[in-house]
C-alpha cells in the first residue's frame, strides 16, 4: 500500500488522551495530530523519537494530520491501526497470502456474533465461509518476538470467542496478526500484560481457529504485507 502522498518527516513528543499526539515537524512548528491507536504504544511513545505524518484536505477533519509511523529500535514501526484492513484487503487481492486464496468473493465489516463486525468475510460455493479477523502488531520487547496486546484487550479476547463460534457452527474462522515491523522473527501472545488473552487464543486455536501472523515491510513512503511469522506458544 502506498500513502497517497509523501508522509511528513517530524519528532515525536507526547501523547495524550489516546487519540491525541503533539509532534515537532522539521521546520520547527509544533503540531497536534490524529493518533489511530487505542493501545498503549509501549516502546513507541518515547519523547524524540522520529516520526511520520500524513496530511489531510478534508475540511472536516478537526486534526488535519495524522501519526503514522514512527521510528524505534532501528527501524520504521506503524502504530496506525485501522492500516492492516487495508494491507489485507489489498493482500487479498493479489492473493499474496497463500492461506486465504481462492475464495470467491469478500465481504468487509459484515455482522455477527452477539455485537461484532467481522473484519472480512471469504465465501466460495465450493470451500463455504471463513471469518477473518484481522489484529495490529507493533510491540516488541525481546528483540525479534512480535507481541499482541500491548495492553488488556479484552474486545480482541471476545473476538476469538465469536471466531471459535463460527468453527463449532461449522465455518472456517482465522485470526490473522499483522505486524507492522520489519525486525520480528517470531509472535507470541502477551501473556503479562494480558493473560485472559494468551489463554483464550490458545482456546481458540484448541477449538480449531486457524492462527496466521505476517510482518510488514515498512517504509516512509509505502506498508506491505510481506511474509509469514511463527508462533511462539
Same mark, same amino acid.
Given at each position: ?27 520547527g ?7 489511530? /491507536? ?41 502504530? /496506525?491501526?485501522?492500516?492492516? /484492513? ?11 497470502i ?42 516488541m ?33 482465522v ?6 515491523r ?45 511474509r ?6
Amino acid at each position: 500500500m502506498q500513502f497517497p502522498a509523501p508522509l511528513i518527516p517530524a519528532t515525536f513528543l507526547r501523547r495524550y488522551k489516546r487519540f491525541f499526539a503533539d509532534v515537532v515537524l522539521a521546520d520547527g512548528a509544533e503540531i497536534t495530530a490524529h493518533c489511530p /491507536n487505542p493501545g498503549a504504544m509501549l516502546g513507541l511513545n518515547a519523547p524524540g523519537l522520529p516520526a511520520w505524518v500524513s496530511v489531510s484536505d478534508n475540511p472536516k477533519r478537526k486534526l488535519s494530520h495524522t501519526l503514522e509511523l514512527v521510528e524505534a529500535d532501528g527501524g520504521l514501526v506503524g502504530i /496506525n491501526t485501522m492500516l492492516p /484492513n487495508r494491507l489485507v484487503a489489498e493482500a487479498l487481492e493479489a492473493g499474496t497470502i497463500p492461506e486465504l486464496a481462492g475464495y470467491a468473493s469478500v465481504r468487509r465489516e459484515v455482522k455477527y456474533g452477539k455485537a461484532s463486525r467481522i473484519d472480512f468475510l471469504l465465501e466460495d460455493p465450493t470451500r463455504g465461509r471463513c471469518w477473518l479477523e484481522v489484529k495490529n502488531v507493533h510491540l516488541m520487547r525481546t528483540p525479534g518476538l512480535a507481541e499482541f496486546p500491548d495492553c488488556v484487550a479484552a474486545r480482541s479476547a471476545r473476538h476469538l470467542e465469536e471466531l471459535a463460534d463460527q468453527v463449532a457452527a461449522g465455518d472456517r474462522a482465522v485470526a490473522l496478526f499483522v505486524i507492522q515491523r520489519t525486525d520480528c522473527e517470531a509472535f507470541s501472545a502477551c501473556a503479562d500484560l494480558d493473560p485472559a488473552f494468551a489463554r483464550g487464543l490458545d482456546r481458540a486455536s484448541e477449538a480449531g481457529v486457524e492462527v496466521l501472523i505476517y510482518a510488514c515491510q515498512v517504509l516512509s513512503g509505502s506498508v506491505e504485507i510481506r511474509r509469514a511469522l511463527p508462533w511462539r506458544r
